[in-house]
């Protein structure tokens, strides 16, 4: 079984644009969430959808979205942007159905922000 | 709003030898999972061990186990007879029985192994 795949996995942007990364979750998984990962900042938490809908929310600004597709691909979306959002995105995916159901992460998409 | 510490920012250990690392937790709920995730070079996050909070015996996962400390908050992670294979990053999780279904990570802890 395939695992998460994360595209594309290196990019680079320079301030002020704006940056769409994809996820392909595990067959059968319908939640997928996103993480931000930073030197400084560590690992925190963007948002999770499931079945096309938004479940949960960090603390980001409106510049990050994302959505979820009816296959349940997700993709994250980030207008406008600034040197601190260079981080390494990890998308994880899980059932979404179990209470306790294992998340499974991707390689991440590595965004460098000039 | 909940947080995890993990004091050990490097920890070394020789290869076959028994390490331990450490994670302290901050939440005022009574209800919640406790995960340790495995952070290899190559970046993908493996989960290594999992807890759930209303379970009072420790988890145990082949050479990995854990010690939970429900009263004093805290969730470390042994690993015996350590591998080379065993060097990454590791991050201590906590994740709430109810509401947002997120995990929310300490800081982790660079291990080496040393052969």
């Known amino acids: 079984k395939a695992g998460v795949t994360q595209t594309p996995r290196y990019l680079i942007k320079t301030r002020g644009q704006q940056v769409t990364l994809s996820c392909s979750p595990i067959?059968?998984?319908?939640?997928v969430s996103w993480y931000q990962q930073t030197p400084g900042q560590g690992l925190q938490f963007l948002f999770e959808y499931f079945s096309e809908t938004q479940r949960n929310k960090g603390n980001f600004p409106g510049r990050f979205s994302g959505r979820q597709f009816s296959n349940s691909r997700s993709e994250m979306n980030v207008s406008t942007l600034e040197l601190g959002d260079s981080a390494l995105y990890l998308c994880?995916?899980?059932?979404?159905?179990?209470?306790?159901?294992?998340?499974?992460f991707g390689e991440g998409s590595r965004l460098t922000v000039l | 709003a909940q947080t995890v510490t993990q004091s050990q920012p490097e920890m070394s250990v020789q290869e076959a030898e028994t390490v331990t690392l450490s994670c302290t937790y901050d939440t005022s709920e009574s209800d919640y999972y406790l995960f340790w995730y495995k952070q290899p070079p190559s970046r993908q996050m493996i989960l290594v061990i999992r807890?759930?909070?209303?379970?009072?015996q420790n988890a145990t996962e082949n050479r990995f186990s854990v010690n939970f400390q429900k009263a004093a908050k805290s969730f470390s992670l042994k690993i015996s007879d350590s591998q080379l294979g065993d060097a990454a990053m590791y991050f201590c999780?906590?994740?709430?029985?109810?509401?947002?279904?997120?995990?929310?990570f300490g800081q982790g802890t660079r291990l080496t192994i040393n052969p």
């Open positions: 067959s059968g998984h319908r939640s």
């Open positions: 994880a995916s899980r059932t979404g159905t179990e209470a306790i159901g294992e998340l499974f």
């Open positions: 999780a906590y994740r709430s029985a109810r509401g947002a279904q997120k995990l929310v």
């Open positions: 807890q759930e909070a209303y379970k009072q």
